[in-house]
């Protein structure tokens, strides 16, 4: 191999490792058939976080099928035996109400879009689950939904 290659391996790892340092937890669960059903539960395992400062995010992918502006979803949080120690109701904006424009990142017709949660999860929470909450039995154009928590400075 020669040096350049290797300069550049080098360069390459240590810039994708320094990214990923504040991140205490990330997972994306994908929808199957990009329709996301009713009974559909979405389970995130979270592992102990410790007691430092940490931001909560909420991230959808999705594409321009998605048939409305914004998206309800259910967090319920629970402790390690299954003991529930929250459940919120959440709205999460995807398209500009006027312009039909998609928020977030992209390209072509796929997008991502993260929300930061008003909840913090609990030192003691251990498991997730995300339920779609839009009074439908499915909805299309919902790819994936993730967790990540990240730390903050």
């Not at 398209?95 to 991502?112: A, L, V």
Request: net charge neutral.
């Amino acid at each position: 191999m020669n040096r350049s290659v290797w300069i550049g391996l080098v360069f390459f790892t240590f810039m994708l490792s320094s990214c990923s340092g504040d991140r205490l937890y990330e997972e994306f669960h994908p929808i199957e058939g990009d329709s996301w059903q009713v009974t559909d539960t979405l389970l995130y395992q979270i592992g102990p976080l410790g007691t430092e400062q940490k931001l909560d995010l909420i991230a959808i992918r999705y594409t321009d099928l998605y048939p409305y502006s914004n998206l309800y979803i259910r967090i319920l949080m629970e402790d390690s035996i299954g003991k529930p120690l929250d459940n919120k109701l959440i709205n999460i904006p995807l398209f500009d109400t006027k312009s039909g424009r998609p928020y977030g990142k992209g390209f072509g017709s796929t997008f991502i879009q993260y929300d930061t949660l008003p909840i913090q999860f609990p030192k003691e929470a251990s498991r997730i689950r995300v339920v779609q909450y839009m009074r439908k039995e499915e909805v299309a154009g919902i790819e994936a939904v993730g967790i990540k928590i990240v730390k903050i400075n």
